[in-house]
């Protein structure tokens, strides 16, 4: 399995960013994938994840935190083994290394990323 997240980066309060997930070694479509954070001195936390379920006219089942509901947007594309999250709305709250990871129950996840650093800052 591996799974390389890219898009981070310094972004103003308000701002926005999109992470891309690309995802290998294993059958991308048959799995839920998820998206965790952890903050700067703090644990892990689960953000959103979507079905296996997505294809070109189904955007499959989605869930989100609390604290990111309304604010994220998660999305997949199977033919590219790709899931994007789609930040709005950026607070400094938001200010974390996110992971990509894949079979999650909570912000417990067999297989995680790298990470890519969301850095909120005027």
């Known amino acids: 399995v591996q799974l390389v997240e890219s898009g981070g980066g310094l972004v103003q309060p308000g701002g926005s960013l999109t992470l891309s997930c690309a995802a290998s070694?294993?059958?991308?479509?048959?799995?839920?994938m998820s998206w965790v954070r952890q903050a700067p001195g703090k644990g892990l936390e689960w953000v959103s994840s979507?079905?296996?379920?997505?294809?070109?006219?189904?955007?499959?089942?989605?869930y989100y935190a609390d604290s990111v509901k309304g604010r994220f947007t998660i999305s997949r594309d199977n033919a590219k083994s790709t899931v994007y999250l789609r930040l709005n709305s950026l607070k400094s709250e938001d200010t974390a290394l996110y992971y990509c990871?894949?079979?999650?129950?909570?912000?417990?996840?067999?297989?995680r990323g790298q990470g890519t650093q969301v850095t909120v800052s005027a």
């Open positions: 990871a894949k079979t999650c129950s909570g912000s417990r996840c067999e297989s």
């Open positions: 070694g294993f059958t991308f479509d048959y799995y839920y």
């Open positions: 979507i079905s296996s379920d997505g294809s070109e006219s189904d955007v499959g089942d989605t």
